[in-house]
Structures are given as C-alpha cells and as structure tokens.
C-alpha cells in the first residue's frame, strides 16, 4: 500500500465534499514530510486554492480535520504555512508491514508486457577484459536485472568486434615474433597471451613512428601513417574481408583463445548472455544497408571510393560508413546488427551500455538508421557511464598499463581473505566454506563500490576502501544480512520459532517503536525505489536504497532487544521484521549481482 496513492485519493474525496468540485489528479500533491516537521505524508495545498476559494493555511486545516474524522489511519495532523503534514496511527503501519510480509514476491512489479534488449560488455578479440570493460559488464548485468524486476522481458546480448585493424595488429605480432606460442605452451590465459602480442605490436609502431618523424622531420600522426608494420596490417585486413585463406584460420584460431578467456572472466563474475553476436557475421550485412543507401541516394561516394553520409544539415558532421579500399568501420557494423536484432526479436527497447566517449556515435547510429527509413531507431537508448579510474590514473591498453580484470578480482578475494581474517569475523566455519565466502565478499566489494556510484559520472576505484566492513560497502551489507540470519538461527536453536518460513505478523499487533516505524516505511518504499530505478536505469539508487535499510537495521539493532523480548508478541513481530529486512536485503543486493552470506 503506497502512503501517497492513500492519501490522494482520500484527499480527492475530501475536496468534493468540502468544496462540492472534482479536481484533476495533477492538481494533488504529495511527499514525503521533511524530518523537522512531525508526520508521514504532506499534503501542498497551494494547487488547490481556486477549488477551495480559501487561504491556503484554512485550507489545509479543513482537509486535515475531515481526514483525522473519516479516516482511521490518520492519528493527527499539523499545518504549515499551508503545508499539511498527515501522522498515520501505528495501526495503519503495522497493517503496511503486514501485507509486506504476506506478499508472495514483495518489490517485483506487474509484467508490463515490454520487451527491452540490452547489450553489453562488448569486448575487442585483442585484449582481456580491463577495469573498464568490469564497470561495462556490471552496469549492464544490474540494469538487466533491474528492468526484469520492473516487470520487463530482457534479453541481455554481447557484441564481440572480432575482426578489424586492432586484431590484425595482434595477429601480425604473433606471426613475426610469437614462434607458434599457445595458451597451453605458455600457461598464459588466452586472452592475455593475445593482448600480449597487441602491447608488442604497438611498441613497435611507437619505435617506427618515432624513427620516420625525426628522419623526415615531420609529426607523429602523420609518420604513423607511413609506418611500414601499421601498413602491414591494413594489408592483412584487407586480405581478411577478401576471404584469405591463412588469415582466416589464423584469426579463427587467436580469437578461440580469447573466448575462451573471456568464458572464464565472465563466470567469475557471475556473468552471462542470452545471446553472442560476432562483428564478423553482422558487417556484411551493414554494408549492404550502406551500399543500399547509396543507391537510394542517402549516402555519397567520394573520388577515393570511400562513403559517407552527410549530417551537417541535421547538426553534426559528416560519417565515414566504408573506407576508400571497401573495408567497413564499426558504424557500418553497427548498422547492420541493429537491423538483424530488430528483424529477431522485434524489440520496444535497445539498450547500448557504452562510455561516454561514444555519446556522438549513438547520436550519429540514430540519426543514420532513421534516414534509412527505421522507424524503430527511436527505441535506440544509449546507457552511457563515466570512466573507471585508478589512484595512479588512467590506464592505455596500447601501452599495456590497465588493469586487468581477473588481476583485480584475485586482487580482490586476496583482500577480502586477509581483511576477514584480520577482523577475526570468521571463526567457526569450515575452511572450504571461508574460501567461498572469500570470494562471495570480494567480488562483492567491487561490485557495490562501482554501482552505488550514479553511471553517468567518472569514477575513482580504491580496492581497499571498497573492502571495509563499516560504511556504505558491499561487506558492510553483507555482515548486515549475516547477522540478522543469525539472530534469526538462534531463535529456531532456542525452539522461539520453528523456522523461518512459519514466521507471521501477530494479529492485531501494532505497539510499535519509532525506528520500527521508520523501517517499516523503508520497506514500504522499496517498490517505489525499484520502479524509479528502472526508469532511470540506474543501479545506484537501488544500492543506496540498500545501504539506507542495512544501516536503519543496525541502529535498531543497537538500541532494542530482540532474543530477548519477554513479550511474546513482541518479539514475534521483531522476528518477522528482520525476516523482511533480510529478504530485501538479499532481493535488492542481487539486482547488483552480489550474493549475500547466511554467516560471516
């Protein structure tokens, strides 16, 4: 039961027969009673001036004695400057507490019938996956949980750029310098043994960039271009879209070990997708969308065979679509995906998880599509996020400088291991068991540091702040849930209750604390909070939100006896709370991807 909806309606009542009208909808407001005015709900009487004909002071006192008279949840009500604060009777809220714990799956919303696509990660084939590519992953995993908590159907799918100059860079690499080295030759994952020839390859094109610059005396971009390795590679994916034999299977082969490094970072991170699409299948059919623009006149061929689409009427700029030598670029790609994906699964939401560097391309991928004559480019929604940084900076994958992601989550369960050890938070339980918890509270850790953070802005990853057991961090709520499932063990060890699942509200039950209060509205907002989430596709709210609830519970925690409540009733109810608070908890946490412990 959502407080606000109550209060409208009854306040729309309370207008007809107070001042004989029927008043629109938008007309009544409502929110949340700020904490230095006692209440629950404020009703702004301002909108409603022209239908009472009153001061708006006379107003709110003539609604709030007709609501205290009609309506028993109201316990009081007080005026401010034409701002009437509304105080329900703890009746009313343990009544709220009571159809939370009935509810069947209290916080997921009605199937809306809507389908969403959502794709992320997107790796290249010349490199593991990095700190980016781990927000990447993490901000679209939740999302995707967020929308099918939202009552949504999701299909999360992966675009992997598997061909292009940058892979032809690794492949040239290994070719002159590699001496047939495998992922099992070599014991290196294989997606870090190709990036490793990626970092080769561009030290190299930095030493020949150099060398032309200072011998010809002109810049580094434009040396660059006469490099002959760089020259090379363009050669090689020139011969790659013609089909080449050998350098068919060569690729074949280096990107079979990159999958199946990326199989591996994925599991760990608790990762997977509904659907795989490979740049190599979907390129083609871009450039057939190009060349049919071209036909159609949409597009224009230049006198070096390269095509473009000219935006500057619409604002932006010219587009390059294919180069002079009829290779495509990722817009071509991009193109023709979005079109096979549309033609599949006929979706009313595509959702793009990439970088703010990349906010012109999806403008630009829009704009082109609609010219195309789709009109379902406008269900196109670039989800875009500020980088990831270090405390020693930005990172450069041609410089062999980021971090790796599975470096940083063993960083991370070795964090956690020796933090957890340090605290002495785990005695009692079995070794293999603290191996999994290990893991469970570092990944943890890194998950929740980097999605309580809002997408949009640039981020500063500190492994060890993310770690600490106090304040707004995964292991915080973690222990929060552990403790409560342990206070909730010892009430079944002690033969209070027989398990968890018998657990209800007493009947008639409703002397409550403040701060029961106060949680019992926190969960009572956790639909709210889910639904403005979705909407703004934003994990962050739904972490805080959690934080918010973990931190209330230890606050109450602190103040009340639980195990101790002589009062059977009593004690019943605060059982039943914690068993809500914890399933929240849990509930929300894994719309972040993050497993919460039954001890710690």
Same mark, same amino acid.
Not at 72 to 91: A, D, R, T, Y
Not at 134 to 144: A, D, E, M, P
Not at 497 to 517: D, M, Q, T
């Given at each position: 039961?959502?407080?606000?909806?109550?209060?409208?309606?009854?306040?729309?009542?309370?207008?007809?027969?107070?001042?004989?009208?029927?008043?629109?909808?938008?007309?009544?407001?409502?929110?949340?009673?700020?904490?230095?005015?006692?209440?629950?709900?404020? !009703?702004?009487?301002?909108?409603?001036?022209?239908?009472?004909?009153?001061?708006?002071?006379?107003?709110?006192?003539?609604?709030?004695?007709?609501?205290?008279?009609?309506?028993?949840?109201?316990?009081?009500?007080?005026?401010?400057?034409?701002?009437?604060?509304?105080?329900?009777?703890?009746?009313?809220?343990?009544?709220?507490?009571?159809?939370?714990?009935?509810?069947?799956?209290?916080?997921?919303?009605?199937?809306?019938?809507?389908?969403?696509?959502?794709?992320?990660?997107?790796?290249?084939?010349?490199?593991?996956?990095?700190?980016?590519?781990?927000?990447?992953?993490?901000?679209?995993?939740?999302?995707?949980?967020?929308?099918?908590?939202?009552?949504?159907?999701?299909?999360?799918?992966?675009?992997?750029?598997?061909?292009?100059?940058?892979?032809?860079?690794?492949?040239?690499?290994?070719?002159?310098?590699? %001496?047939?080295?495998?992922?099992?030759?070599?014991?290196?994952?294989?997606?870090?043994?190709?990036?490793?020839?990626?970092?080769?390859?561009?030290?190299?094109?930095?030493?020949?960039?150099?060398?032309?610059?200072?011998?010809?005396?002109?810049?580094?971009?434009?040396?660059?271009?006469?490099?002959?390795?760089?020259?090379?590679?363009?050669? =090689?994916?020139?011969?790659?879209?013609?089909?080449?034999?050998? $350098?068919?299977?060569?690729?074949?082969?280096?990107?079979?070990?990159?999958?199946?490094?990326?199989?591996?970072?994925?599991?760990?991170?608790?990762?997977?997708?509904?659907?795989?699409?490979?740049?190599?299948?979907?390129?083609?059919?871009?450039?057939?969308?190009?060349?049919?623009?071209?036909?159609?006149?949409?597009?224009?061929?230049?006198?070096?065979?390269?095509?473009?689409?000219?935006?500057?009427?619409?604002?932006?700029?010219?587009?390059?679509?294919?180069?002079?030598?009829?290779?495509?670029?990722?817009?071509?790609?991009?193109?023709?995906?979005?079109?096979?994906?549309?033609?599949?699964?006929?979706?009313?939401?595509?959702?793009?998880?990439?970088?703010?560097?990349?906010?012109?391309?999806?403008?630009?991928?829009? !704009?082109?599509?609609?010219?195309?004559?789709?009109?379902?480019?406008?269900?196109?929604?670039?989800?875009?996020?500020?980088?990831?940084?270090?405390?020693?900076?930005?990172?450069?994958?041609?410089?062999?400088?980021?971090?790796?992601?599975?470096?940083? /989550?063993?960083?991370?369960?070795?964090?956690?291991?020796?933090?957890?050890?340090?605290?002495?938070?785990?005695?009692?339980?079995?070794?293999?068991?603290?191996?999994?918890?290990?893991?469970?509270?570092?990944?943890?850790?890194?998950?929740?540091? $980097?999605?309580?953070?809002?997408?949009?802005?640039? =981020?500063?990853?500190?492994?060890?702040?993310?770690?600490?057991?106090?304040?707004?961090?995964?292991?915080?709520?973690?222990?929060?849930?552990?403790?409560?499932?342990? /206070?909730?063990?010892?009430?079944?060890?002690?033969?209070?209750? &027989?398990?968890?699942?018998?657990?209800?509200?007493?009947?008639?039950?409703?002397?409550?604390?403040?701060?029961?209060?106060?949680?019992?509205?926190?969960? %009572?907002?956790?639909?709210?909070? $889910?639904?403005? &989430?979705?909407?703004?596709?934003?994990? &962050?709210?739904?972490? %805080?939100?959690?934080?918010?609830?973990?931190?209330?519970?230890?606050?109450?925690?602190?103040?009340?006896?639980?195990?101790?409540?002589?009062?059977?009733?009593?004690?019943?109810?605060?059982?039943?709370?914690?068993?809500?608070?914890?399933?929240?908890?849990?509930?929300? =946490?894994?719309?972040?991807? $993050?497993?919460?412990?039954?001890?710690?």
């Amino acid at each position: 039961m959502n407080p606000e909806l109550f209060i409208n309606a009854q306040a729309k009542l309370a207008l007809k027969e107070l001042y004989g009208a029927e008043v629109e909808e938008r007309l009544i407001q409502t929110q949340a009673t700020r904490k230095e005015f006692e209440g629950d709900i404020t !009703l702004v009487t301002f909108p409603l001036l022209k239908t009472s004909h009153k001061g708006p002071e006379q107003t709110a006192e003539e609604i709030g004695r007709w609501l205290k008279e009609r309506c028993p949840e109201v316990e009081s009500f007080n005026v401010v400057k034409g701002f009437l604060n509304i105080k329900f009777s703890l009746g009313y809220w343990s009544n709220i507490f009571r159809s939370i714990s009935a509810a069947e799956d209290f916080g997921t919303l009605p199937p809306t019938g809507k389908r969403v696509m959502i794709e992320f990660s997107s790796p290249n084939t010349n490199k593991p996956l990095h700190l980016g590519h781990i927000r990447n992953n993490l901000l679209g995993w939740s999302v995707s949980k967020l929308l099918e908590a939202n009552g949504h159907e999701v299909i999360r799918v992966n675009l992997v750029n598997d061909r292009g100059i940058h892979i032809c860079k690794s492949m040239l690499a290994w070719l002159r310098w590699g %001496n047939g080295e495998t992922p099992q030759s070599s014991g290196i994952k294989g997606d870090h043994l190709v990036g490793k020839y990626y970092v080769l390859f561009s030290n190299e094109l930095k030493k020949e960039t150099k060398a032309i610059a200072a011998e010809r005396g002109i810049s580094e971009d434009e040396a660059e271009r006469l490099s002959p390795i760089l020259k090379e590679a363009q050669a =090689m994916l020139v011969k790659w879209e013609s089909g080449d034999k050998e $350098i068919r299977e060569l690729w074949a082969k280096m990107n079979g070990w990159v999958y199946e490094g990326f199989d591996k970072t994925y599991e760990r991170m608790g990762i997977s997708f509904h659907r795989t699409y490979y740049e190599s299948n979907t390129y083609l059919s871009g450039k057939s969308l190009v060349n049919a623009g071209l036909e159609r006149g949409i597009f224009e061929r230049q006198e070096d065979g390269s095509v473009w689409c000219n935006l500057e009427p619409d604002g932006l700029d010219r587009k390059l679509l294919l180069r002079g030598d009829g290779t495509s670029v990722y817009m071509t790609q991009d193109l023709g995906t979005a079109e096979q994906r549309y033609n599949e699964y006929k979706f009313d939401e595509l959702i793009y998880v990439v970088g703010d560097e990349q906010n012109y391309h999806f403008k630009v991928l829009k !704009l082109i599509l609609k010219k195309l004559g789709f009109d379902w480019s406008d269900a196109i929604y670039h989800l875009s996020y500020g980088m990831v940084e270090l405390p020693e900076g930005k990172m450069k994958s041609r410089e062999g400088t980021v971090v790796d992601a599975d470096d940083l /989550i063993e960083k991370m369960y070795q964090t956690a291991k020796e933090t957890s050890l340090e605290l002495g938070k785990l005695g009692g339980i079995p070794e293999q068991e603290q191996e999994r918890l290990f893991e469970m509270i570092g990944l943890g850790a890194l998950k929740y540091f $980097i999605l309580k953070v809002d997408p949009k802005k640039t =981020m500063l990853f500190d492994p060890k702040e993310s770690i600490d057991f106090n304040g707004n961090t995964g292991p915080f709520i973690q222990y929060t849930h552990a403790r409560i499932k342990s /206070i909730l063990r010892k009430a079944k060890e002690s033969g209070v209750i &027989a398990g968890e699942e018998s657990l209800s509200v007493p009947e008639n039950f409703s002397e409550l604390l403040p701060k029961e209060v106060e949680i019992i509205k926190l969960l %009572n907002s956790y639909p709210v909070r $889910i639904k403005e &989430a979705g909407d703004a596709h934003s994990p &962050a709210l739904v972490a %805080n939100f959690i934080y918010d609830l973990a931190k209330e519970f230890n606050q109450y925690y602190q103040s009340v006896s639980i195990l101790k409540e002589s009062d059977s009733q009593r004690l019943l109810f605060r059982l039943a709370m914690l068993k809500e608070i914890a399933f929240v908890l849990r509930k929300g =946490m894994l719309i972040l991807g $993050i497993e919460l412990p039954e001890r710690m």
